[in-house]
Structure formats: C-alpha cells, structure tokens
C-alpha cells in the first residue's frame, strides 16, 4: 500500500502523447532560442535532456546537432522503456542517443556538457534552482542551460484539481498530490538566479492559445499530467478512480466549455536559456 506521502506518480507515456503536437511546440520554440554550442567547432556536442519522457522531445536534439551524445535523463521506468524502444541508438546523422535512469532533484554532471535542456520537468523538482549552479557548473565554456516549464498553475485546470483534492471526500485519500507539481518562480525569478551565475541570459513567456478536439479534452490533457499523482494514489481502487474523474470532469466542462471548433485551452509557459561565459 502507497501512503499518500511515498506515492510517486506512474507514467503512462501513450496517454502524454496523445497531446503530441501541443506538448513538443514549446521545446521547438526553446529550441530555436539556443545559441550555438562550443561543441560546433568540429568537436560532437555532449547534450543531456533532464526530465526526458517518452523521447519524441529528446529525438528533436539530433536534428538540430546531428552528430551528438545525447543522453535523456528520466526517473520514471515507463517513460525510459518507451524512449529506449523509440529513439535509443545511433541516429540518421551518424550522432548517438540514448537514455538512462536519473533524479533531477539529485542529478548533477559526471562530465562536461556542451548543452544542458529539460523540457516540462523541473516543475516536478522542489527547489530545482538550487541545482543551477551545479549545472551551469557542469558546462563547457560557452555552454547552455535551457528549460521551459509550464506557467499555469493558478488556471482552471490546475486551481480545480487542487481544491477538488481538499475536499473532505478526498482530502484523506490524495492529500496534497493535486498541488504537489507546483515549485516554478516568476520569470524575473529565474532571470535574476541565472544571471547571478555568471550567464548571459534571456527569459520569456508565452500563453498559448490551444484548441483542443474531442470530448473532455482537457481532463484527457491532465490525464497525461498534472493529474498523475492523483491517479497513482488511487490507483488501487477503481470505484474510486471513476468518482474522482467523475467530479472533476464536471468542473473542466465548466470552465472550459467547448466551442464550434474545440475547446480553447490556455497554456502559460515560461522559458529561460543561460548561456555560460565562454
């Protein structure tokens, strides 16, 4: 039995990717923000993707930097099982890929990196900035550290995952897994931490004005994660699972009530690259 405390979330890599499309904008858009590496002087780049998922992200690495070490960084052995099995090997521009167990929270350079990146992670690591410095400390001159997270904690989908939780029904059961995701700062924040480190450093916001298809669409977005630790704390009682999502579907349709073209769902995100001195 998984107390409410010791629960940590089961994956389910096919249910996040149901959002693809949705979910892999952002990192292109990091992505484009990245400077060149000190690894394009002839040498092959040395690039970790911390928090990696599933891969797809992580595979987009190697399009840009063909002839890198890329290595993805996940805790979750659901996700590692399907990047291995996706994207593990040598890739179409003669580089190399692959993907091994890691704890950001504790994670910290065994060798000098050329480019440090996480895509939708760190919001799961309390006090991820205090790992900056360390990581930054882990780069080549002129290196990179980049990473987006989401910024939409106090939206509907997030504000009503949380207090639905509080509920007395379900207080004693989940606990605080509605809210536990939530360590990001401000952008100013990060803008502030990663330039006291030495880094030339550009920090941005984006909200993103997504229609999503189908029924339900955004409880099938939450599915894959914020609602994860919820999920995983019940998920030994069915009976339960099913009342759960039953009362929170009800107060996503509520708040995100479909159009005639889908359902608008805004999402925040928050974006930092901090380029090390060379």
């Known amino acids: 039995m998984h107390s409410v405390e010791s629960a940590a979330p089961t ?9 693809a499309g949705h979910r892999t904008r952002p990192f292109i858009d990091l992505l484009a923000r990245i400077p060149q590496l000190p690894g394009n002087d002839g040498r092959p780049a ?3 993707d911390l928090g990696c998922g599933p891969g797809n992200v992580t595979a987009l690495l190697a399009d840009r930097w063909p002839d890198a070490h890329i290595t993805g960084l996940d805790l ?7 990047a291995e099995k996706d994207w593990a090997g ?10 091994r167990a890691a704890d950001a ?45 989401p910024g939409n904690f106090t939206s509907p989908s997030h504000a009503l995952l949380g207090e639905l939780c509080e509920t007395p029904e379900w207080r004693g059961r989940v606990g605080d897994q509605g809210r536990r995701y939530v360590h990001i700062l401000e952008p100013g924040d990060y803008l502030r931490r990663l330039t006291d480190l030495g880094c030339e450093t550009d920090v941005w916001e984006t909200t993103y004005h997504q229609l999503l298809p189908g029924e339900d669409p955004v409880l ?22 099913e009342a759960f999502l039953a009362q929170y579907r009800e107060r996503l349709r509520e708040a995100y009530p479909p159009g ?3 359902t608008p769902f805004p999402f925040r995100r928050i974006f930092a690259v901090a380029r090390k001195g060379a």
């Not at 040598?90 to 993907?99: E, I, Q, S, V």
């Not at 919001?123 to 987006?148: D, K, M």
């Not at 099938?220 to 699972?241: E, I, M, S």
């Open 11 to 19: 994956w389910d890599p096919q249910q996040y990717l149901r959002h």
């Open 260 to 262: 005639p073209h889908g």
């Open 90 to 99: 040598t890739t179409a521009g003669g580089g190399w890929l692959d993907f």
């Open 105 to 149: 929270a504790h994670w910290t350079p065994e060798e000098p990196y050329d480019l440090i990146v996480s895509n939708a992670a760190l919001q799961w690591v309390p006090n991820h900035p205090e790992s900056f410095a360390p990581w930054v400390a882990g780069l080549r001159p002129g290196g990179t550290f980049a990473f987006q997270v």
């Open 220 to 241: 099938d977005w939450v599915k894959g994660t914020a609602l994860r630790p919820v999920l995983t704390a019940l998920r030994d009682d069915r009976a339960a699972t």
């Open 46 to 48: 040395r690039i970790a």
């Open 76 to 82: 979750s052995p659901e996700m590692l099982e399907r």
